[in-house]
T-cell receptor
Framework: ETGVTQTPRHLVMGMTNKKSLKCEQH?????MYWYKQSAKKPLELMFVYNFKEQTENNSVPSRFSPECPNSSHLFLHLHTLQPEDSALYLC??????????????FGDGTRLSIL | AQRVTQPEKLLSVFKGAPVELKCNYSYSGSPELFWYVQYSRQRLQLLLRHISRESIKGFTADLNKGETSFHLKKPFAQEEDSAMYYCALIIRAGSYQLTFGKGTKLSVIP
């Protein structure tokens, strides 16, 4: 299925490792989002990029570092994570944040496990 | 801070019975409300949005500002409606805030 693609689908890493999650969309959208979905908690918005500029950071710890080189790609760089960071990380896109109501297309997510 | 409450973690109904998935929000201004759905082994997807006043797959949702609710309804449940349903609230007041509820798992019994 085309739309929003996330890689890898699964990632296991130690607390001292550095890894990156990748998200790609070719829907012509200009806004991209990172969400965290933990067990027993609501889906949490982490970051929003609109036209490659970060417009929101929902008090996310600095061990998560987003990067948006262009409107089609979004990365989440991870370093020195904690066990409580184990979760499903979802990427989403929408046409543009400033235009009325925004349908969002989601990826399948990356299941991250911190050892 | 704004909040979205879905009081039921699990809702089971028989096929053909009416369905109502509850969603309440806390926000004093003008919210934008959405329902998202995730079917088994599929990705999260938008179901409907209050601004559009549309009916998708037989589901409707009306924003009730007096009761601060946005309940999702369908008159006759189908087996294929079994899924996780998430209510979400967007606020654009200076900054962009999107808040999801914890979700309700709908199980339609054949």
């Amino acid at each position: 299925e085309t739309g929003v693609t996330q890689t890898p689908r699964h990632l296991v890493m130690g607390m001292t490792n550095k890894k990156s999650l990748k998200c790609e969309q070719h829907l012509g959208h200009n806004a991209m989002y990172w969400y965290k979905q933990s067990a027993k908690k609501p889906l949490e918005l982490m970051f929003v990029y609109n036209f490659k500029e970060q417009t929101e950071n929902n008090s996310v710890p600095s061990r998560f570092s987003p990067e948006c080189p262009n409107s089609s790609h979004l990365f989440l760089h991870l370093h020195t994570l904690q066990p409580e960071d184990s979760a499903l990380y979802l990427c989403a896109s929408s046409p543009a944040e400033a235009q009325g109501d925004q349908p969002q297309h989601f990826g399948d997510g990356t299941r991250l496990s911190i050892l | 801070a704004q909040r979205v409450t879905q009081p039921e973690k699990l809702l089971s109904v028989f096929k053909g019975a009416p369905v109502e998935l509850k969603c309440n929000y806390s926000y004093s201004g003008s919210p934008e409300l959405f329902w998202y759905v995730q079917y088994s082994r599929q990705r999260l997807q938008l179901l409907l949005r209050h601004i559009s006043r549309e009916s998708i797959k037989g589901f409707t949702a009306d924003l009730n500002k007096g009761e601060t609710s946005f309940h999702l309804k369908k008159p006759f449940a189908q087996e294929e409606d079994s899924a996780m349903y998430y209510c979400a609230l967007i606020i654009r007041a200076g900054s962009y805030q999107l808040t999801f509820g914890k979700g309700t798992k709908l199980s339609v019994i054949p």
